[in-house]
């Protein structure tokens, strides 16, 4: 199977439901961030291998790309370099990028933050998280600071080693602080900002399996607390907000170690905090993207296969709850 990592970069267009291809990156890279800057520009940083075969060392450079000019550029390059990593933008427009993998082989996280100014291009240091972690989630809050969930200290999910913990970003003190603790341990899960202010923790792994539990946390108390959980198991799956208000859980994997992916997908809705299903992707995929577009239609696109990685793309249409392809 061929997952080297790759530098090549493609635009979908919705009013032609096609691909085409743009600018590559100056690097090949594996789980990288990309973040929407204020601009228009998308930061990428960081990233290393995609093969846990061939290892080989983690990159600290970063680029951006300009949508104007379909052209990717270097930019400062990050004092430590990361992959599993978060990238968060900031309301000043800066992007905070928090803990991830430092190291080749990936068996070391690590808690150190950095600060990427796009006025300047550069990269400077942010005061540290409490507990060092790769392959957590940080969702921007809506009063604008950050909160940073779970994740795996060890890297690559050592088993008994993922963390409940979370902290609370704040760019007013430019400090991390503890917040609520999950009810169990969680990495490689989804987090997504729902409408009403509270963040919809979802599936991922605890160190012994693939879960299906899901968590609110509260940013007002400061708490997390139970809802429904999916109706399936899965980790590195996506989770989507949609117009109205609900989540698109689609993907990822059932167990992950056996690669049982999954072509199935499921809403939640905060109103009556329960999942339920909807129509099924003609793909099992994980580690997958998805994408809302402004017609309110979700795009999945890529990720892993049973059999090999996967160049097709999928359009969910929240209307008829169907999948259809894309491109």
Request: hydrophobic residues 35%; aromatic residues 8%.
């Amino acid at each position: 199977m061929n997952d080297e990592p790759l530098a090549s970069a493609v635009i979908y267009d919705p009013a032609k439901n096609s691909f085409s291809a743009t600018g590559s990156m100056g690097a090949a890279r594996a789980l990288f961030t990309a973040t929407t800057l204020a601009d228009g520009r998308v930061l990428v940083t960081g990233g290393g291998p995609a093969t846990w075969s061939k290892p080989g060392p983690l990159l600290a450079s970063a680029e951006l790309y300009d949508p104007r000019t379909g052209s990717f550029t270097p930019t400062g390059s990050m004092a430590t370099p990361r992959e599993g990593h978060s990238a968060t933008l900031l309301p000043d427009g800066r992007v905070l990028i928090a803990g991830g993998i430092d190291t080749s082989g990936g068996s070391h996280a690590v808690a150190s933050a950095e600060l990427y100014d796009p006025k300047t291009g550069k990269f400077s240091p942010a005061a540290p998280m409490a507990d060092a972690r790769s392959f957590h989630t940080a969702t921007m809050l809506a009063d604008g600071r950050a909160l940073v969930a779970g994740g795996d200290p060890a890297g690559w999910a050592a088993t008994g080693q993922i963390l409940a913990s979370a902290e609370i970003y704040d760019p007013g003190t430019g400090k991390f602080t503890t917040t609520g603790s999950m009810a169990g341990p969680r990495g490689d899960h989804s987090a997504t900002l729902l409408a009403d202010g509270r963040v919809l923790l979802t599936g991922g792994e605890n160190g012994n399996g693939t879960i299906g539990s899901a968590e609110l946390y509260d940013p007002k108390a400061g708490t997390f607390g139970s809802t429904s959980s999916m109706t399936v198991v899965r980790v590195w799956q996506t989770a989507t907000l949609l117009a109205g208000g609900r989540v698109l859980i689609a993907g990822g994997g059932g167990n992950y170690s056996n690669r049982e992916f999954l072509d199935s997908a499921e809403l939640f809705d905060p109103a009556t905090g329960t999942f339920t299903k909807t129509g099924s992707m003609a793909e099992q995929r994980t580690y997958q993207t998805s994408t809302l577009l402004t017609d309110g239609r979700v795009l999945i696109a890529g990720g892993y296969g049973n059999l090999a990685p996967l160049a097709n793309a999928e359009l969910y249409d929240p209307t008829t709850g169907t999948f259809s392809p894309a491109g």
